[in-house]
């Protein structure tokens, strides 16, 4: 098993530019998460989904949208990439409340 | 809105001592505390959890308690060994229609030989 993956590991992006992150899980699992990573920070979880079709808010999701269209794919999307958004990425997945499994993650700068 | 403080933020021990750091959660709805580690590079990954029904829990060198009255819990690790060196997360989730996360800002633990 692959666990979970992130595609891709690393991008720059120019202010305003739009792109997608992609992860795939092989686990079965019903919830998926988004978080971001900064300094100091800790993890903060943008958007998660507890199931296929559905979604909803987390800590920070303004500037950022995911979409669940099959269970074992989250998609992160950047509109309209803003310097504030540069960040490391993680992904990850769970059994409900149960520990969550996280992907290799995706440094993201946008100049 | 919800949160958990971590303390310390950087943490320095010699091989062989023994570590603690510690969470205060404000959200008194949690019942799951789970406590990640994330090495340079690397997702973070579970090393321990209790739930809102149990005091404490350990597992070989790893310990946490949780005291639900004050809000707080802690991980202990003893005999600590240089690979231990890493960053450690607490979390806390409550039930809100689906499992939500919060996060501490993490602890960097330096395991000196």
């Known amino acids: 098993n692959a666990g979970v993956t992130q595609t891709p590991k690393f991008r720059v992006l120019k202010t305003g530019q739009s792109m997608t992150l992609l992860c795939a899980q092989d686990?079965?699992?019903?919830?998926m998460y988004w978080y971001r990573q900064d300094p100091g920070m800790g993890l903060r979880l943008i958007h998660y989904?507890?199931?296929?079709?559905?979604?909803a808010k987390g800590e920070v999701p303004d500037g950022y949208n995911v979409s669940r269209l099959k269970k074992q794919n989250f998609l992160l999307g950047l509109e309209s990439a803003a310097p504030s958004q540069t960040s490391v990425y993680f992904c990850?997945?769970?059994?409900?409340?149960?520990?969550?499994?996280f992907g290799p993650g995706t440094r993201l700068t946008v100049l | 809105g919800e949160n958990v403080e971590q303390h310390p933020s950087t943490l320095s021990v010699q091989e062989g001592d023994s570590a603690v750091i510690k969470c205060t959660y404000s959200?008194?709805?949690?019942?799951?505390f789970p406590w990640y580690k994330q090495e340079l590079g690397k997702g973070p990954q579970l090393i321990i959890d209790?739930?809102?029904?149990?005091g404490e829990k350990k597992d070989q060198r790893i310990a946490v308690t949780l005291n639900k009255t004050a809000k707080h819990f802690s991980l202990h690790i003893t005999e600590t060994q240089p690979e231990d060196s890493a960053v450690y997360f607490c979390?806390?989730?409550?039930?809100?229609?689906?499992?939500?996360?919060?996060f501490g800002a993490g602890t960097r633990l330096f395991v000196k030989a």
């Open positions: 989904s507890v199931g296929e079709g559905t979604t």
């Open positions: 990850a997945s769970s059994w409900g409340d149960n520990e969550q499994f």
């Open positions: 979390a806390c989730a409550a039930y809100t229609g689906g499992f939500k996360t919060i």
């Open positions: 686990m079965n699992h019903e919830y």
């Open positions: 209790i739930r809102s029904n149990v």
């Open positions: 959200d008194s709805a949690s019942n799951y």
